[in-house]
């Protein structure tokens, strides 16, 4: 067995890739299970499979069982939208970019300006924050950047 931390072999934990193989044992035992109930999955780290947090990408398919059902709610509830890291997906952070979008659920919620619903910005904590952003900001949807574009909303 050829790796790069033989220390890494039986300690517990599937490390896959190079350690994941018959002339390893498998890693010393501690891929057995995992190849046992995703033979056909293949990622970089199989530790990560069923441990809580809906990884995403190559990880939440039907070969790796939907993250080892860690992505199973997440695929109900955002069927369209394919994240990098799903688990960011409404904790309570406006993660902005691919995560702000109606596929997203605007995030799950945490990009949603309050009272503002059809405003949709990279940064919703700037709507009402005294300056006047302008751009997709300063938009009726947005009330004028939250009431901060005084010109706009005397009009």
């Known amino acids: 067995c050829n790796v790069d931390d033989i220390s890494w072999i039986g300690d517990g934990e599937c490390d896959g890739g190079e350690y994941n193989t018959n002339e390893c044992d498998w890693d010393g035992g501690d ?3 995992f190849n046992a109930n995703y033979s056909a999955c ?16 190559e990880y939440n398919t039907e070969e790796c069982g939907w993250d080892g059902g860690d992505c199973i709610d997440f695929n109900v509830n955002y069927p369209n939208c394919n994240v990098s890291k799903p688990f960011r997906i409404g904790n309570g952070l406006c993660n902005g970019i691919e995560y702000n979008t109606d596929e ?4 799950g919620g945490d990009c949603v300006v309050a009272g503002y619903p059809d405003c949709h910005v990279s940064r919703p904590v700037l709507i009402g924050d005294g300056y006047c952003q302008g751009g997709q900001y300063n938009t009726e949807e947005c009330g004028w950047d939250g009431g901060d574009c ?5 009009k």
């Open 31 to 33: 891929c057995v299970d």
């Open 42 to 57: 293949v990622v970089d780290y199989p530790n990560r499979i069923g441990d809580g947090d809906c990884n995403g990408r």
């Open 104 to 107: 997203c659920g605007w995030d």
């Open 150 to 154: 005084k010109c706009n909303v005397e």
